[in-house]
């Protein structure tokens, strides 16, 4: 919706039209009007939660379940950076800074996101190579940056991986 108010010529930075998508500008010090109405720029807030198990990851969730921006106190509209399954916990930023959002998710930044998986079994080394080196899922090839056994228990073991990317269920996905 903002690139067609921008496109349509709408949009007016220190009274001129601005037209061009991408064009940076500081709503600190430039006066930014859409409509002829002065936009007010909005106070940047960061939140870590703890995301429990059974809470989504979403923005909108028409069945009206628990969302992880429904735990947060604020009157300013902020979203989760990245995601987490609903069953699993864990932390996750909640932010109204897109720019932050970006640097964080978009695997060209290489921002590492380091998980404790609970897996069935103990994978053997190969497997764990295996990860490092590259599965392959429908939409491509999956890799995990790194991944030890942390800790081995009778019927399972407790791995840590560390991912660049967040493709839908990763974790679950390359371990099945």
Known sequence: DCET?????????????????GTRVDPETQE???DGEKVKSQKL??????????VLSTNEDPDGRTRVVDLIKTDLRVYNVGRLDQSSEGLIVVTNDGDLAFRL???????????????????TLEQLEQLERGVYLAEGKAKVERVSIKKKQRTGSILEMVLTEGRNREIRRVLA
Do not use: W
């Open 5 to 21: 108010l921008i496109t349509e010529g709408r949009v007016e930075v220190d009274g001129s039209p601005c037209t061009e998508l």
């Open 32 to 34: 930014i009007r859409v």
């Open 45 to 54: 807030q960061y939140f870590m939660l703890n995301k429990p198990a059974g």
């Open 105 to 123: 998710t978009h695997p060209k930044f290489g921002v590492e996101k380091r998980y404790l998986v609970q897996c069935v079994g103990c994978p």
